[in-house]
């Protein structure tokens, strides 16, 4: 229903999504904001779309992993630019 993909979004990206907001029974609503808000806020690309997780057949699970995989990379490029600044900060006081 597109919930728990906005809820991994925005646990990547806090704030990104409004999950309080959702409705399951808004099922491809929902998966276009979590497409959407990967894209914007952690530059996820787009490797899967809203018909392909909507389809019969579901869709191949390899495909769903490969893009679930780009949030971990996500997540550490995001963690790693946090450091970063933070380091920043730290030496220039």
Do not use: I, W
Request: hydrophobic share 30%.
């Amino acid at each position: 229903d597109g919930v728990a993909l906005c809820h991994l979004v925005d646990a990547c990206a806090p704030g990104s999504v409004d999950c309080s907001r959702l409705d399951p029974a808004q099922r491809e609503a929902n998966l276009q904001l979590a497409f959407a808000a990967a894209e914007q806020h952690l530059g996820v690309p787009p490797l899967l779309d809203v018909d392909d997780m909507t389809a019969q057949p579901p869709p191949d699970e390899r495909s769903v992993m490969t893009y679930v995989s780009e949030f971990q990379k996500a997540y550490q490029r995001r963690k790693q630019q946090q450091q970063q600044q933070q380091q920043q900060q730290q030496q220039q006081q």
